[in-house]
């Protein structure tokens, strides 16, 4: 069994930012999670000190960000589904334009609100369900890994998916295929 993919941000502020955090989860459940080098365009908001709270210094992403163009290579594997969904759909948006815009390719995915995922459920329940989720697993709305994990974890639990449904090692499991950085936003390792 196959999962949506769900994609997450973290920007540098919240009106015209720039991405400087993201994560997806993969059909089988894995997610990545992985800091941005900034492009050169967009280190305005660091040079005007317009950042939003908890983003890193320039230095980190710079030393532990991977390249935006590498961030899009990948995606090119990792969103076959030709859709990601998203909590919110017009950050997701601008930051996905961004990302390509800074190499002239064209975007090969359709963001779909994360709200379609569940639209056959009651949404109280839904909420109810991700709160607890997040709750339980000690994630958090910030982040960008916790949120792409929240949703998958809710995605799995509200359609009565269990680990042995999928594949039981991959399932909420860090991807470690070797060509991205497994920290996530705050430079925590994964696990």
């Excluded at 967009?42 to 030393?63: F, H, T």
């Excluded at 961030?71 to 030709?82: I, M």
């Excluded at 950050?91 to 064209?106: I, N, T």
Aim: hydrophobic residues 40%; charged residues 30%.
């Amino acid at each position: 069994m196959q999962l949506p993919s769900f994609l997450a941000f973290e920007v540098t502020d919240e009106e015209q930012g720039y991405p400087y955090a993201v994560a997806w989860t993969l059909p089988s459940g894995q997610y990545k999670a992985v800091l941005l080098q900034p492009e050169d365009d967009w280190l305005i908001d660091w040079d005007s000190g317009q950042l939003a709270a908890g983003a890193p210094p320039l230095e980190d992403l710079r030393e532990r960000g991977e390249t935006v163009l590498d961030v899009l290579k990948e995606w090119a594997n990792d969103f076959e589904q030709g859709e990601v969904y998203c909590e919110d759909p017009a950050m997701a948006q601008y930051c996905l334009d961004l990302m390509h815009d800074a190499y002239g390719r064209e975007m090969s995915v359709e963001v779909v609100p994360a709200s379609v995922a569940f639209e056959e459920f009651d949404p109280l329940d839904v909420e109810d369900q991700r709160r607890f989720i997040m709750e339980t697993e000690d994630l958090t709305a910030i982040h960008a890994e916790d949120v792409a994990r929240t949703f998958v974890h809710l995605y799995a639990r509200i359609h009565g998916i269990s680990a042995e449904d999928i594949e039981p090692e991959m399932l909420v499991q860090p991807a470690d295929d070797g060509e991205l950085d497994d920290e996530d936003a705050d430079g925590r390792a994964e696990g």
